[in-house]
């Protein structure tokens, strides 16, 4: 089992920068895919951003490419997502998953395991 804790989710200005932390314990990342969601209110949940195990591969969403970075640390278990030039549109709860595969999928049913969310609000 493992267990996912999202932070540094807040209110930031349009252009500003967030970081944000998925930590994660039960057990070591370093087998598992990971991915970052977001669902803004009245929306279905989509993909920002996934890597691959051993970080050797990442995909980003067009509408964040250029903007927000994913990476991983496996030696202290926890995967970042780095977002710069935020949008209003960027406002949502983000999610951090992981997947029982090396490799990374768009597809939110092909993660195993699911944080509770953090909240990003961008205000224009």
């Known amino acids: 089992q493992v267990q996912l804790v999202e932070s540094g989710g807040g209110l930031v200005q349009a252009g500003g920068s967030l970081r944000l932390s998925c930590a994660a314990s039960g057990r070591t990342l370093s087998s598992y895919a990971m991915g970052w969601f977001r669902q803004a209110p009245g929306k279905e949940r989509e993909f920002v951003a996934g890597?691959?195990?051993?970080?050797?591969?990442?995909h980003n969403a067009d509408s964040v490419k250029g903007r927000f970075t994913i990476s991983r640390d496996n030696a202290k278990n926890t995967v970042y997502l780095q977002m710069n030039s935020l949008k209003p549109e960027d406002t949502a709860v983000y999610y951090c998953?992981?997947?029982?595969?090396?490799?990374?999928?768009?597809?939110?049913?092909?993660?195993?395991?699911w944080g509770q969310g953090t909240q990003v609000t961008v205000s224009s």
């Open positions: 890597i691959s195990w051993s970080g050797g591969s990442k």
């Open positions: 998953a992981a997947r029982r595969s090396p490799v990374v999928t768009a597809i939110a049913a092909g993660y195993d395991y």
